[in-house]
């Protein structure tokens, strides 16, 4: 089975800063309650080809990061990605790997400080994956 990995959409990425609720920086990204730490790149997210031509590339549906798209000659402006004759809309965010296994994030001494400065009851459940702990910082920080 592949690495996991998560896109984070820069409206979230933003939200999210504004409530102190991450730390980021140009090579990681910190869930606090937590301190599971991810590996970020900048990458898009392709909603849909606009210009009406055949998506070639089979981009449509996918997260890829901003070299991969230098590498086959793309450019991407905002929400918009250009491939030869075929016009993309792109949410901009970034690709995030998980640093480490999440059994080491479960006993790594920096998980146990930040629960214990969250405030959170120690009898809280713990997450069994990293899809569940990012499912309940979802839950708790989307509006």
């Given at each position: 089975?592949?690495?996991?990995?998560?896109?984070?959409?820069q409206?979230?990425?933003?939200?999210?800063?504004?409530?102190?609720?991450?730390?980021l920086?140009?090579?990681?990204l910190?869930i606090?309650?937590?301190?599971r730490?991810?590996?970020?790149?900048?990458?898009v997210?392709i909603?849909?080809?606009v210009?009406?031509g055949l998506d070639?590339?089979q981009?449509?549906?996918?997260?890829k990061?901003?070299?991969?798209?230098?590498?086959?000659?793309?450019?991407?402006?905002?929400?918009?990605l250009?491939?030869?004759?075929?016009a993309?809309?792109?949410?901009?965010?970034?690709?995030?790997?998980?640093?480490g296994?999440?059994?080491?994030?479960?006993?790594?001494p920096a998980?146990?400080?930040?629960r214990?400065g969250s405030?959170?009851?120690?009898?809280?459940s713990?997450?069994?994956?990293?899809e569940?702990?990012l499912a309940?910082f979802?839950i708790?920080n989307l509006d």
């Amino acid at each position: 089975m592949g690495e996991n990995r998560v896109f984070f959409p820069q409206a979230a990425l933003d939200e999210w800063i504004a409530e102190d609720t991450i730390d980021l920086n140009a090579e990681e990204l910190v869930i606090r309650a937590e301190a599971r730490r991810y590996r970020i790149v900048e990458a898009v997210r392709i909603l849909s080809e606009v210009a009406g031509g055949l998506d070639e590339n089979q981009l449509v549906g996918k997260v890829k990061s901003q070299q991969y798209l230098a590498d086959i000659g793309a450019e991407v402006l905002d929400t918009s990605l250009i491939v030869g004759e075929n016009a993309y809309e792109v949410v901009p965010g970034f690709l995030g790997s998980p640093v480490g296994s999440f059994a080491e994030h479960l006993t790594g001494p920096a998980r146990a400080e930040a629960r214990a400065g969250s405030g959170e009851p120690a009898s809280k459940s713990s997450p069994n994956s990293d899809e569940d702990l990012l499912a309940h910082f979802l839950i708790s920080n989307l509006d």
